[in-house]
């Protein structure tokens, strides 16, 4: 007996390993990296836009810093909510073959053009309610006409 269990100890190592193996380690696709592209490019768009949208060189040492951290936090908080790691994700990134890229970006680009879509519609109002603009002036003396008949006078008020 003391040789089965032997036998069986490095396939249970090997379990062990496997199910120690982080969540990120699997492999993404082209969708999920433009995905996760798009929205680390908002996060890190959010913090510009909280300090002004300041250069580097327009910003001292410490307002620097603190942006540096926050979009390092922004970027990391991404990741976490997609489930991934940013190791694990630069490594598949680097390694993406040239078909990959292009159907990466071509997702990314139609991604950014859906955003782009949504915002103008929001800040757009909509066809079906805007106001209908009522026409004053018409009464009883000067009851107002649509359509003038042929060769007819038209009254100046």
Do not use: W
Request: charged share 35%; net charge negative; with cysteine.
């Amino acid at each position: 007996m003391t040789m089965s269990v032997r036998a069986a100890l490095p396939f249970a190592i090997a379990a062990l390993c496997a199910l120690a193996l982080p969540a990120g380690a699997a492999e993404f696709s082209p969708e999920q990296v433009a995905k996760i592209r798009h929205e680390e490019k908002a996060a890190l768009k959010k913090v510009d836009e909280a300090h002004g949208n300041k250069k580097p060189g327009e910003m001292d040492n410490e307002e620097r810093r603190k942006v540096i951290e926050e979009k390092a936090a922004a970027a990391q908080a991404v990741y976490e909510k997609n489930g991934v790691s940013a190791k694990d994700f630069v490594q598949y990134s680097a390694r993406m073959s040239r078909e990959d890229q292009a159907r990466a970006k071509a997702e990314e680009q139609r991604l950014e053009e859906k955003a782009k879509a949504e915002a103008a519609k929001q800040t757009k109002p909509d066809e079906g309610a805007r106001e209908i603009p009522i026409q004053q002036g018409f009464d009883d003396e000067y009851p107002g006409q649509l359509e003038h008949p042929e060769g007819a006078a038209t009254e100046a008020r």
